[in-house]
């Protein structure tokens, strides 16, 4: 699987968009890109996951760059329960494979 | 979303005496699970990836005879870890991914204390 690399961490005030980057050049065709986040002492929680078109749901926005060596998790409007760490994952095999991941802390 | 129910979710145990942790998927069938145990301020890093009815694969690194993993069915996964040592003392976190789910659920992890 394709390594990540991500900031260590991350401050975003409550209320503005926390925009979160992902480094993974090395990803090839068919991996995806996924993100997941843990709040402390939880289970990693689902975010959601692309292939090479920018995606949506109800929690997040994923930007892939048109080249795949990067992408962006954007959060719209950042609340302190959003504070966790997020972690960026290139999947092509099922073999779920963690990086250090971000520490986002929202500010209130 | 479909869920994973991991239990207990805290145990603790003597030195030398053997836990075992439970990884269920409540409303799909797990195809695959994944262990992974995680230290304080830390990663989650993979232990071993389990498909039902086969041998996990195991991290290097990872012993297997102290780490026994079982997925003998598609809703069930367990881990067992072998005369526990205090070093041992971790959480422990497990990962379920099914046929037609496009992602992987996690359980709620387990603190495992050794004494």
């Known amino acids: 699987d394709a390594k990540t690399t991500q900031p260590t961490s991350m401050d975003c005030a409550e209320g503005r968009a926390a925009n979160l980057p992902c480094n993974h050049s090395t990803i090839s065709g068919n991996e995806y890109v996924y993100w997941y986040r843990q709040i402390h002492s939880q289970g990693p929680q689902y975010i959601i996951h692309g292939l090479k078109n920018n995606e949506t749901n109800e929690m997040a926005s994923l930007i892939i760059t048109e080249d795949r060596k990067s992408s962006t998790l954007i959060l719209p409007h950042a609340t302190l329960r959003d504070t966790a760490v997020y972690y960026c994952?290139?999947?092509?095999?099922?073999?779920?494979?963690f990086g250090t991941g971000t520490r986002l802390t929202i500010i209130p | 979303g479909a869920v994973v129910s991991q239990h207990p979710s805290r145990v603790i145990c003597k030195s030398g005496t053997s836990v075992k942790i439970e990884c269920r998927s409540l409303d799909f069938q797990a195809t695959t699970m994944f262990w992974y145990r995680q230290f304080p301020k830390q990663s989650l890093m993979l232990m071993a990836t389990?498909?039902?009815?086969?041998?996990?694969?195991?991290e290097q690194g990872v012993e297997k005879d102290k780490f026994l993993i079982n997925h003998a069915s598609l809703t069930l996964s367990t881990l067992t870890v072998t005369s526990a040592h205090p070093e041992d003392s971790s959480f422990y976190i497990c990962?379920?991914?099914?046929?037609?789910?496009?992602?992987?659920?996690f359980g709620q992890g387990t603190r495992l204390t050794v004494v």
């Open positions: 389990s498909n039902e009815g086969s041998k996990a694969t195991y």
């Open positions: 994952i290139v999947i092509g095999n099922e073999k779920l494979t």
């Open positions: 990962s379920a991914w099914g046929d037609g789910n496009t992602e992987a659920f």
